[in-house]
């Protein structure tokens, strides 16, 4: 998972009514995605894991204009933010949930 540049998302541009409390696993995906699936699985086992993260998946297709402010050019792509919004990481394709885990490491 990469370095971000520290740019912030509130709740309203995830769509959700609050951030996870310690972090939050944003995840853009599209309908026909394969491997959006798989992480899916990957996201949602690691949030249910660890205690005060949310993940949110956001569908590429119907939020066009955040794909292009946070430049996402292809799903899956994944986004870790600490508990005040703050993208920390940043990684491209299905991750694994070891990666994911170290990713919140750095921000627990």
Do not use: K, Y
């Not at 991750?95 to 921000?107: F, M, W």
């Amino acid at each position: 998972m990469g370095d971000e540049d520290g740019a912030v998302l509130g709740p309203g541009d995830i769509g959700v009514a609050r951030l996870g409390r310690r972090a939050t696993l944003v995840q853009f995906s599209t309908a026909f995605c394969q491997p959006c699936r798989g992480t899916r699985g990957v996201l949602r086992r690691v949030s249910a894991m660890v205690e005060g993260v949310l993940h949110v998946e956001v569908d590429a297709e119907d939020n066009l204009e955040l794909v292009r402010r946070l430049g996402v050019a292809a799903t899956p792509t994944v986004l870790v933010l600490d508990a005040r919004g703050r993208i920390v990481r940043r990684a491209t394709g299905m991750p694994r949930t070891s990666d994911v885990i170290a990713a919140l490491g750095e921000v627990l």
